[in-house]
């Protein structure tokens, strides 16, 4: 058995169309489809509400091209490893590594 939850939008015509690929060809499958109505919500979530470490943003986020490669790194706790040190030592809390240092 397989499972899948999918976000749909409900037509003007009051029907729901799915297309959903499950890998098999010629075989008799049973479906089972339950629904929810989804309501708009009315305020908008937080970056630590969607699971980003609190001040992630504000520590990251800038005019520089480099910026996402920092943010990535820094989320996934990861040592950047770049000869660009003075760029990435702004970044608090991240960790690099400058392998043609020489020393």
Not at 4 to 18: E, N
Not at 81 to 87: D, G, L, S
């Amino acid at each position: 058995m397989q499972s899948r939850k999918l976000r749909s939008q409900v037509g003007k015509d009051g029907i729901l169309h799915l297309d959903i690929p499950v890998g098999v060809t010629d075989k008799e499958i049973e479906v089972m489809v339950i629904y929810q109505l989804l309501e708009p919500s009315a305020q908008a979530k937080t970056p630590e509400e969607l699971g980003w470490p609190p001040g992630f943003f504000e520590q990251t986020a800038g005019s520089l091209q480099d910026d996402p490669i920092a943010a990535i790194a820094l989320v996934h706790q990861l040592t950047l490893v770049t000869h660009n040190t003075k760029e990435f030592a702004r970044v608090k809390g991240l960790q690099i590594e400058d392998w043609e240092e020489e020393g």
